[in-house]
């Protein structure tokens, strides 16, 4: 089945400092695959997303790249702020297999910005 | 106005209760979802639907029950509220299939004692 797997947080940077979280998938078909950021309090919304492989996702300063090769989707951003601080999530929706109709998320990886 | 609003925000109950938690989107979509989230599980679906006649179980449906009454309102129920069901709940709604935005509401924190 697919599977979504994120590394485990909490992360804590500094303002300005570079961030990575890494994000592998294991899926049956060809998935697409997508970063979902959760503000303190609010619901989840889409920060980017990829279709195909080596296409590159990117939004606010965030970008992220599908590497089919090594089944990856990593978020990366140059220099992060305070109001970045949040709960990141990958997912991946597999458009085959009869499974298209859902998303499969990773556990999420909270993120604190300090100034 | 949000384009999903869940009603209500936050609720206490006790083991036993039947509680119903509400949803409404402005989005215009067909599909819609029911998703808890756990500390350290990220998100798991419990229902989704296509349109109105059209609703499927998800990953974790047991104890849980739904109720699509238009294309913009999605409710989901307890009937016999339990411990292991204190979460937080989401619901969201796509124009399309999976690889769609979903967009989710800002969610109900149910606490069952």
């Known amino acids: 089945g697919n599977s979504v797997t994120q590394m485990e947080g909490p992360v804590t940077l500094s303002e300005e400092a570079f961030l990575t979280i890494n994000c592998t998938y294991t899926?049956?078909?060809?998935?697409?695959l997508f970063w979902y950021v959760q503000y303190p309090g609010e619901g989840l919304q889409l920060l980017l997303k990829a279709t195909k492989a080596d296409d590159k996702g990117s939004n606010k300063g965030f970008e992220a790249t599908y590497r089919k090769e090594t089944t990856s989707f990593h978020l990366e951003k140059g220099s992060v702020q305070v109001s970045d601080s949040a709960v990141y999530f990958c997912?991946?929706?597999?458009?085959?297999?009869?499974?298209?109709?859902?998303?499969?998320f990773g556990k999420g990886t909270l993120l604190t910005v300090n100034p | 106005d949000a384009d999903v609003t869940q009603t209500p925000r936050n609720r206490i109950t006790k083991t036993g209760k039947r509680i119903m938690l509400e949803c409404s989107q402005t989005?215009?979509?067909?599909?819609m979802y029911w998703y808890r989230q756990d500390p350290g599980l990220g998100l798991r679906l419990i229902y989704y639907s296509f349109d109105v006649k059209d609703i499927n179980k998800g990953e974790i449906s047991d104890g849980y029950s739904v109720s699509r009454q238009a294309q913009a309102k999605f409710s989901l129920s307890l009937e016999s509220a339990i411990p292991n069901q204190t979460a937080l709940y989401f619901c969201?709604?796509?124009?399309?299939?999976?690889?769609?935005?979903?967009?989710f509401g800002p969610g109900t924190r149910l606490t069952v004692t």
């Open positions: 969201a709604t796509s124009e399309t299939g999976g690889w769609d935005e979903q967009y």
């Open positions: 997912a991946l929706s597999d458009l085959s297999g009869g499974s298209n109709y859902k998303l499969t």
């Open positions: 989005k215009g979509h067909d599909r």
């Open positions: 899926a049956t078909g060809y998935p697409s």
